[in-house]
T-cell receptor, first 117, second 113 residues
């Protein structure tokens, strides 16, 4: 089956620890995204990547880091510098990236719920 | 900056009836895309419908249709013959390019039997 997978589904972190959330897609999509969702709010963009070995900050990148070494994978690290990391994290992908004024529908993974203890 | 407003935090509808969810947005762009996503209790974001701003015809997908008013910057979602499985959070989203998708705060829809 083609799709986007995220793991783990639930993640618990102690304060001061870094954690990495996994996102994998087998849709052959160029572009990948990380969003954060808090209660009562819409999704906010953390980082996005239009192509392998390239990524850009979104609106709320502070305290997060990413890598894009493979087309299929876009892991997100939540560092100890992120002051309020408890949230639901969604990964998405779309066919094309880096083409100005061109958009493609974003498809989402099932999400990871991160809780800081 | 683009903003998306969903003024109805919660709504309910009886099974088999019709409900309309509201969305307004603010932009100075002329070419863009609008989306409605559904997030059921599983929290998986599911695309419901998509509208290209350059198209005057309103998009439809089975029981889901939109009323796109470009001049008024309004993009409402109509769900006909509501089903229990339609119970979910619904998010309106605006996209100008791949790097800038903006979401509203969501409307929680409950379909009652």
């Amino acid at each position: 089956d083609g799709g986007i997978t995220q793991s783990p589904k639930y993640l618990f972190r102690k304060e001061g620890q870094n954690v990495t959330l996994s996102c994998e897609q087998n849709l052959n999509h160029d572009a990948m995204y990380w969003y954060r969702q808090d209660p009562g709010q819409g999704l906010r963009l953390i980082y996005y990547s239009q192509i392998v070995n390239d990524f850009q900050k979104g609106d709320i990148a502070e305290g997060y880091s990413v890598s894009r070494e493979k087309k299929e994978s876009f892991p997100l690290t939540v560092t100890s510098a992120q002051k309020n990391p408890t949230a639901f994290y969604l990964c998405a992908s779309s066919i094309a990236g880096g083409i100005l004024f061109h958009t493609d529908t974003q498809y989402f993974g099932p999400g990871t719920r991160l809780t800081v203890l | 900056a683009q903003t998306v407003t969903q003024s109805q935090p919660e709504m309910s509808v009886q099974e088999a009836e019709t409900v309309t969810l509201s969305c307004t947005y603010d932009t100075s762009e002329s070419n863009y895309y609008l989306f409605w996503y559904k997030q059921p209790p599983s929290r998986q974001m599911i695309l419901v419908i998509r509208q290209e701003a350059y198209k005057q015809q309103n998009a439809t997908e089975n029981r889901f249709s939109v009323n796109f008013q470009k001049a008024a910057k309004s993009f409402s979602l109509k769900i006909s013959d509501s089903q229990l499985g339609d119970t979910a959070m619904y998010f309106c989203a605006f996209q100008y390019n791949n790097n800038d998708m903006r979401f509203g705060a969501g409307t929680r829809l409950t379909v009652k039997p």
